[in-house]
């Protein structure tokens, strides 16, 4: 196959190895070894804290992949190996068209480098800085993709906590693809602690503290939902305070453009209550979203957020 086999689940390495490999990130036994030899590198995608990403080809098979180059120095000091490790085991195991596919991964004595699908049309966060906001076609489309997308990834209890524009990419037809599984997690529980994701994005159970569970990713789509119609989040404010503030007394107010589908969607996914949040079968299943997705599928998918 053109594509770098994927590595394999940690699960299938010894403990001496599984922990060598955590502390050093060195490769694991059984895998292809890549090299930065075995690529072309070309233009650069984007910047982010710890390395660069470019967009990449594989020289024997001339398969265009984008190449994540992170620096151990930069990792180590911000102590975020765990994040590293946690992405790299996550979204290697994730099959989906709208999940980012991470192929496989290789590091030299500075560096680790991520082989990554390359999505042409870059981040959802730049089309949305370019049109300042999307249209009820374009939104009800990312809706339906994202929302069948997590039903995918809250399957293999995947939770990603981090949903937002900055980590939304876009294939060449502009179809939406999952990135950034540094803060998900793969909790066979699906219920955690920790406090992360973003700020604008965080729903009151996290804010406050408490334990949470896959629907807070329901919070971030009602979120998203919010920004893309109306160009801002929905409890932006000038502080971070007055934003916490806003999120735990879910107060939600609508520009006048916003049509009525849309807010009921939004409303219903903006629940206080993790349990009184609308699913991600029936967001996608909204007659707003139905009526106004265009969602064109790749052959041979059935949508899991479909009628059996």
């Not at 050093?24 to 090299?35: N, W």
């Not at 990403?53 to 102590?79: H, I």
């Not at 604008?200 to 919010?226: A, I, R």
Request: hydrophobic fraction near 35%; glycine fraction near 8%.
């Amino acid at each position: 196959s053109p594509v770098p086999r994927c590595v394999p689940h940690l699960s299938q390495v010894s403990p001496s190895e599984l922990r060598c490999h955590l502390r050093c990130l060195l490769p694991i036994p059984g895998v292809r070894t890549f090299s930065l030899e075995d690529f072309e590198v070309g233009r650069p995608l984007g910047k982010g804290k710890f390395g660069n990403v470019y967009l990449a080809r594989e020289r024997r098979s001339g398969f265009l992949v984008a190449l994540k180059v992170l620096f151990k120095s930069q990792v180590e000091q911000e102590g975020v190996e765990h994040q590293l490790r946690r992405e790299i085991e996550i979204q290697a195991h994730l099959r989906h068209p709208n999940v980012l596919r991470l192929y496989n991964y290789f590091h030299d004595r500075r560096r680790v480098f991520l082989i990554l699908e390359f999505a042409p049309r870059g981040e959802l966060y730049k089309e949305l800085q370019r049109c300042r906001r999307l249209d009820a076609t374009r939104t009800a489309t990312l809706m339906e993709e994202l929302a069948d997308a997590l039903l995918y990834c809250h399957g293999r209890k995947v939770i990603h906590r981090d949903i937002k524009p900055e980590n939304l990419l876009l294939g060449l037809k502009g179809e939406l693809k999952i990135a950034d599984f540094g803060w998900s997690v793969h909790a066979p529980s699906l219920r955690r602690r920790t406090l992360c994701g973003t700020l604008d994005y965080l729903p009151p159970e996290m804010v406050e503290g408490g334990g949470h569970d896959e629907k807070v990713d329901l919070w971030c789509l009602g979120v998203l939902c919010y920004e893309l119609l109306a160009g801002h989040p929905p409890f932006e404010s000038p502080t971070a305070a007055e934003t916490y503030k806003r999120i735990t007394q879910v107060d939600l107010h609508f520009p006048p453009h916003l049509p009525p589908g849309a807010r009921d969607l939004i409303e219903r996914l903006l629940q206080r209550d993790p349990a009184r949040r609308l699913g991600l079968r029936g967001s996608w299943g909204t007659p707003w979203v139905r009526g106004h997705s265009r969602r064109v599928l790749p052959p041979g998918h059935r949508p899991l957020t479909s009628d059996p």
